[in-house]
């Protein structure tokens, strides 16, 4: 996942980077080293994200299930 395709699967979420980096237990600042390409998104995020948005899994939902 490069960073354009993390920020188009947060918008297509409606999550945050804050409501990321709370969802993937890091600092928010690792977000936004993810979004603006300056550090590589691990692919366990990235497969997260397309999961979550192929089978429509709200944010709330995926917070509930940690």
């Not at 409501?19 to 990235?46: C, Q």
């Not at 429509?56 to 299930?65: F, K, Y």
Request: with cysteine; net charge positive.
């Amino acid at each position: 996942m490069t960073h354009k395709e993390l920020k188009a699967a947060l918008n297509a979420l409606g999550l945050t980077q804050m409501g990321a980096s709370r969802l993937f237990s890091v600092d928010g600042r690792t977000v936004r080293k993810w979004v603006a390409g300056d550090a590589p998104i691990p692919g366990s995020v990235a497969l997260c994200l397309n999961l979550m948005i192929h089978y429509g899994v709200r944010p709330d939902v995926a917070e509930a299930l940690k």
